[in-house]
């Protein structure tokens, strides 16, 4: 299994999970009502998917099987929170089952994956609990079983045909979860675990169909049935503290961990193997949990976590609400020299010349672009070396833009009032750290960079590195390609001439300011060539030019 097409399907298949988890992330947050209400395991389903799909981009692997061996490992290394780890165990079992497959037999082998993956799931849940992601989990790997009955003959086609069953029983099985538990039935939510798993199922389908499944509706919150102080109605008081860590310990000792553990507490799941385990498990007794991991191996990365002061904070809040302890304290209650020094900025920059920009105006800089995507830890990493209890987040990527709101959401946990800006390129977040002022009230500078960033229109040029199909017409390798607002607009044949198109096609919808970003490989004299179009045909228009160094993108522009 080394073909390089596999692998390239494969991290396909991990953004594709990744964005979608992304996007839902505050959907899946909301529906979270079970075993504890705290409205994290959309957070916590991302950025354990993460670090699996981060895990696998560092290692560069160039074979399928060095892919999903670091990949397996990064997600137990990073699961986070009861589904966390249990989805770190469905994916660690299915690209372990990946691993031993017959490649000559596709369709058989990812049946066999999926339904391997939901018996390591339900093995690794000390109570099992229908009406979750087990659930569906079975549900996925029993049509996929199902489906061989009528597999077809193409071996390019068995994949698609089995993972097609897969996902829509799983959004069939998600539909039915408040029919099998009764706290979600009283919170008129389906599973939010659950949830999760039929969004990475939706991207294998995507991924090896080529179109995007109809996504399940999830119910959200029922009016007739609103929690109650922070637990769903008619839902017992649990265990006081969350506690997850890593453990060093010989196989055989798992089994005897999960019945020293069980009688502690509930939530617990055990999932690992070949001498490192990682454990979650809701408890009263935070000392007995950790004794007996000690008495079982070697814990580390110990993480405790106050359910009662999670749930207190979020059943305090409206929907949408910051938690009242990331509200804390608020550098709006102090003078404006007090507000100014603890006010964070944090910027992600795709160039050496954007990264001096961002922090000659005071930001915590995360360098980003092409091939090298900031990660959430990257992000939680800058908000706490700014120092600041408020820090506004300025993305400046589409893609970053989720990445940023789940670094947010953990930062707010810890007590950080966050704000991130949805700039999506980076000539927007230069207009709008242009704007920042910490004189101002933290949502009054928030409004004011959301508002610059929206009002700047962004555009590129840049050189395409493959044949297409673009929304402006084919491409050929070589080509110069127009982007204006994300989409393709122009193909070319020149650098100069491309540019000019897409700033008169900016500036035909208005604009007293263009501002021109020079790329790594970019001639010189592009920008100063463009500046000189401008000047000559829009006298009115000012123009500003930066070098950036950005890669792969000859020039970025932006027009406000």
């Known amino acids: 299994m080394t073909d390089p097409i596999e692998t390239a399907l494969f991290l396909r298949w991990c953004r594709l999970a990744l964005d979608g988890l992304g996007r839902a992330r505050e959907e899946i947050d909301t529906l979270n009502v079970y075993p504890v209400p705290d409205s994290d395991t959309g957070t916590n389903l991302y950025l354990t998917f993460e670090a699996a799909r981060n895990a696998a981009l560092e290692a560069d692997a ?178 006081s503290y969350e506690v997850m860590f890593l453990l060093d310990a010989d196989d055989t000792q798992a089994h005897s961990l999960k019945a020293a553990l069980a009688p502690l507490g509930d939530s617990l799941v055990v999932v690992g193997g070949d001498g490192l385990w990682h454990v979650h498990i809701h408890v009263d007794d935070i000392g007995a949990a950790i004794e007996a991991a000690i008495a079982a191996g070697r814990p580390h990365r110990v993480r405790v976590t106050s359910l009662d002061e999670q749930l207190a904070d979020r059943s305090s809040c409206k929907p949408g609400d910051i938690p009242p302890t990331a509200a804390r304290p608020s550098p709006d209650q102090v003078g404006n020299d007090a507000a100014a020094r603890r006010r964070g900025i944090v910027a992600v920059a795709a160039g050496e010349g954007l990264a001096a920009l961002f922090a000659d105006a005071g930001a915590e800089v995360v360098r980003s672009g092409p091939g090298r995507r900031c990660s959430t830890g990257g992000i939680i990493a800058a908000i706490g070396a700014t120092g600041s209890r408020a820090v506004i987040i300025l993305p400046n990527d589409s893609e970053t833009l989720l990445v940023a709101e789940a670094a947010a959401s953990v930062a707010r946990d810890s007590g950080v009032r966050v704000a991130v800006i949805p700039s999506r390129a980076q000539v927007q977040g230069l207009a709008a750290i242009a704007v920042h002022d910490a004189s101002r009230t933290f949502d009054d500078d928030v409004v004011q960079m959301t508002s610059a960033a929206g009002h700047a229109r962004h555009g590129a040029v840049t050189v395409a590195a493959r044949d297409a199909m673009t929304m402006a017409g084919p491409c050929r390798e070589g080509d110069i390609l127009g982007i204006v607002e994300s989409d393709f607009a122009v193909v070319g044949d020149d650098l100069l001439r491309t540019a000019i198109v897409v700033v008169d096609r900016m500036l035909d919808g208005g604009g007293e300011m263009v501002t021109l970003v020079s790329g790594a490989e970019a001639e010189p004299q592009l920008a100063l060539r463009v500046r000189a179009y401008v000047d000559a045909t829009r006298p009115s228009v000012d123009v500003v030019h930066y070098d950036g160094g950005q890669p792969r993108y000859a020039l970025l522009i932006g027009v406000e």
């Open 62 to 239: 160039t074979s399928l099987v060095d892919a999903l061996s670091v990949f397996a490992r990064g997600a137990l290394l990073g699961a986070r929170g009861n589904s966390g780890v249990i989805v770190s165990q469905l994916l660690r079992a299915g690209a372990q089952q990946l691993l031993r497959g017959n490649p000559l037999e596709p369709g058989r082998l990812l049946a066999d994956t999926l339904t391997l993956a939901a018996d390591a799931a339900y093995d690794a849940v000390a109570r099992p609990v229908e009406g979750t992601i087990l659930t569906v989990a079975r549900a996925a790997s029993d049509a996929a079983q199902a489906s061989l009955d009528d597999l077809p003959s193409e071996s390019g086609a068995q994949m698609a045909h089995v993972i097609r069953a897969a996902a829509a029983a799983a959004r069939t099985a998600l539909a039915h979860t408040p029919d099998q538990l009764e706290t979600l039935r009283l919170a008129g939510v389906v599973d939010a675990g659950g949830r999760g798993l039929c969004v990475i199922l939706d991207a294998a389908e995507e991924a090896l169909t080529g179109r995007r499944p109809p996504g399940a509706a999830a119910p959200g919150p029922d009016d007739r049935h609103e929690p109650v102080g922070g637990f769903a109605a008619g839902t017992e008081r649990g265990p």
